[in-house]
C-alpha cells in the first residue's frame, strides 16, 4: 500500500510538473464559464455533455500525454527495475487518471450549485465520473499500446472519438428510437451522458443499471486481458 | 567463487514472427567481478541485460541467479540490482533531486545519494531540472541512479558514453571501488579502454551469438604477437628492429642495441582489445 502511495504521489506530481493536469483544470474552468453565461434549463442540458467530455474524451488525451512523455524519456523502463509490481504501478496511473475528472466534477458541481442553485446527488455523481474514466482510460491504455507515437495516437483517437459519439448523435437524431437507447449504452461516453443525466431527469433504474454494467465490464475486461500483459511489454520495447 | 549469473542457452526474440536477438548464450559471471559485454551495434548487448535484469522474461533457455532460477525471483530481486541505461531514463521536469528522491523512496535502502551526486560532479546542478542537463550529466545521474539502492550486482550500459576523460575517470573510479566491495558488475560496452581498464572477464557478442569468452589478458595473449620493438638511432639515422620476447635477454643482437646505441622507444608487440574485437567480431558483423 505504501508503495502504491508513494507511486501516486509520484504521479500526480508529475501531471501538476507537466502542466497535464493544470490543462484539464484550465479545460474545466472554461466549462464553468460556459455553464454560467448559459440560462438554468441550458446548463442542465449541457452538464452531462461536458462531464462526458472530461470525464470521457480528455481523461484519454491526458493519459497518453502522460505515457508518451514517459515514454520518450525512458522514465517508465526505469520504473520497472524498481521493487514495484506491474500491479501497484497500474493502479497508481490508473488512480492518478481519476483526478483529473473528479477535480473536474466538483468544478462544474460547484459552477451549477453557485450560479444556478442546482444540486446534485455528489456522492452518485463521483461514482458516475469514476467509472466513466476508468472505462474511457482502459480504452486509451488500448489505443496506446497500438500506437508508436503521440501523432499516430492521436489519429486513432479521433477514429475512437468519432465512434464513440455516433450512438449519442443517432439517439439525438432519432434513428436510435427512444425504446433502443439501451443500445446506444454500450458506447462509455454515452452511458457516461446517459448516468449523468439520470442525476437531473428521472430514468429507468434498469437502464442505469445497465450503464453501469457497461462501464464495469469495460474496464474489468480489458485491466486484465489487454493492459496488465501489454503493458510492461510495451513500455520495454525500444 | 560462486556464479552471481549463470546463462544457460538462452535465447530470445522479441516477436515469434521475428527473428532470434539472442541465440543460444552461454555466460557465467562471477560473484565481485567486473564482466564486460562487448559487441558492435545491434549485436544484443541492451536485450541481454534486459533479459538479465527482468525487463524482459519470455526467454527459452535458463538462467540462474546466485543458483537460483531468475523466473523464481520476485520483485525483491530488484532490491538486489543496479540497472544504469544507456539512454537518459529520468523525468526531465523533475530535478535530480526529486528524481533521486522519487526512486529511492521505493527501496527498503538507499545511499546518501546526494553525496554521490557530488562525487560525479552533479552537486550544483542537483536541484535544475533534467531536461536542461547536457548529455554527459545525464549519463553521470544515470550512474548515480543504477548506484541508488546500494545493489549487489550492477548492470551498466555503456557506462561512460559521452563523458569527458576527467569525468569518465571518476566514473571508472567509483566502479572499481564497488568491485572491491565485493559487487559484481556487468557492463555493456563497445569502448574498449573501459574494457581494459575495468573488465575481469570479456564475452565478445556478435548477432545475438557469443564468440569468445575470457580474460582481456588471456584474450591479449592468444590475439597478440610475442615480440618486443626497438627504435633506435645509429649516429642519426633511426632504426626500428622486432625480437621475439622469449629469450630477449640472451638476444645477443637486441642486447647490443641495448648496450650501445641511443633507443628511442621500446615498445611489447601485444595486441589491443580494439584490434582483437576488429579480429573476433569483425567477421561476424560483416556477414
Known amino acids: 500500500m ?121 456522492a452518485l455523481a463521483l461514482i458516475y465520473v469514476i467509472l466513466s474514466t476508468l472505462a474511457h482510460v482502459a480504452l486509451g491504455f488500448v489505443l496506446v499500446f497500438y500506437s508508436p507515437d503521440f501523432m499516430s495516437f492521436l489519429m486513432k483517437y479521433m477514429g475512437l472519438a468519432i465512434f464513440l459519439m455516433v450512438p449519442m448523435l443517432l439517439v439525438l437524431t432519432d434513428v436510435i428510437p427512444a425504446d433502443l437507447e439501451i443500445l446506444a449504452l454500450l458506447s462509455p461516453t454515452y452511458a457516461t451522458k446517459f448516468l449523468v443525466e439520470s442525476l437531473f431527469v428521472a430514468k429507468d433504474w434498469w437502464v442505469i443499471l445497465f450503464g453501469v454494467f457497461d462501464m464495469v465490464i469495460i474496464p474489468g475486461l480489458l485491466y486484465p486481458l489487454v493492459i496488465y500483459p501489454k503493458f510492461k511489454q510495451y513500455a520495454v520495447k525500444g | 567463487m560462486s556464479h552471481a549469473f549463470e546463462l544457460k542457452n538462452v535465447s530470445f526474440r522479441y516477436d515469434k514472427k521475428r527473428p532470434y536477438v539472442i541465440e543460444n548464450m552461454n555466460l557465467a559471471i562471477k560473484q565481485g567481478t567486473i564482466f564486460g559485454l562487448l559487441g558492435p551495434s545491434g549485436a544484443g548487448k541492451s536485450t541481454t541485460q534486459k533479459i538479465m535484469s527482468k525487463l524482459l522474461n519470455d526467454y527459452e533457455g535458463e538462467i540462474r541467479y546466485f543458483g537460483k532460477d531468475l523466473k523464481s525471483f520476485g520483485k525483491s530481486f530488484f532490491e538486489d540490482i543496479g540497472v544504469g541505461f544507456e539512454m537518459p531514463v529520468h523525468f526531465n521536469k523533475l530535478t535530480a533531486m526529486e528524481n533521486l528522491a522519487f526512486f529511492a523512496n521505493l527501496y527498503r535502502r538507499h545511499i546518501d545519494y546526494e553525496q554521490l551526486l557530488v562525487r560525479v560532479g552533479l552537486g550544483e546542478a542537483k536541484n535544475q531540472q533534467v531536461g536542461q542537463y547536457s548529455k554527459g550529466m545525464k549519463a553521470r545521474l544515470n550512474f548515480v541512479r543504477a548506484l541508488l539502492n546500494d545493489p549487489q550486482v550492477i548492470f551498466l550500459d555503456e557506462p561512460t558514453n559521452g563523458l569527458d576523460p576527467s569525468n569518465a575517470r571518476i566514473v571508472k573510479d567509483i566502479i572499481l571501488e564497488e568491485k572491491a566491495k565485493g559487487k559484481t558488475i556487468f557492463i555493456s560496452t563497445h569502448l574498449m579502454g573501459d574494457v581494459e581498464e575495468l573488465c575481469d572477464e570479456v564475452a565478445f557478442i556478435a548477432k545475438g551469438k557469443v564468440l569468445e569468452t575470457s580474460s582481456p589478458k588471456l584474450l591479449k595473449l592468444k590475439y597478440g604477437k610475442r615480440e618486443l620493438q626497438v627504435e633506435y638511432l645509429d649516429g642519426e639515422k633511426p632504426h626500428q628492429e622486432t625480437y621475439p620476447l622469449d629469450g630477449i635477454g640472451t638476444n645477443a643482437n637486441f642486447l647490443d642495441i641495448a648496450k650501445n646505441k641511443k633507443i628511442v622507444t621500446i615498445h611489447s608487440l601485444e595486441t589491443t582489445m580494439e584490434n582483437i574485437f576488429i579480429d573476433v567480431v569483425g567477421s561476424h558483423k560483416e556477414s
Open chain 1, 2 to 122: 505504501k508503495t502504491v502511495w508513494l507511486l501516486l504521489k509520484g504521479e500526480i506530481n508529475r501531471l501538476f510538473k507537466y502542466k497535464i493536469l493544470w490543462f484539464g483544470i484550465a479545460v474545466s474552468m472554461i466549462w464553468v464559464l460556459v455553464l454560467a453565461l448559459s440560462n438554468k434549463a441550458e446548463a442542465t442540458a449541457l452538464m452531462p455533455l461536458l462531464l462526458v467530455t472530461d470525464t470521457g474524451l480528455m481523461s484519454i488525451i491526458l493519459l497518453a500525454s502522460s505515457f508518451y512523455y514517459e515514454k520518450q524519456e525512458g522514465s517508465i523502463k526505469t520504473l520497472f527495475v524498481a521493487p514495484i509490481s506491474l500491479t501497484q504501478l497500474l493502479t497508481a496511473k490508473v488512480i492518478s487518471s481519476l483526478l483529473s475528472g473528479i477535480i473536474s466534477m466538483v468544478l462544474i458541481g460547484l459552477g451549477m450549485l453557485i450560479v444556478h442553485g442546482v444540486f446534485i446527488n455528489y
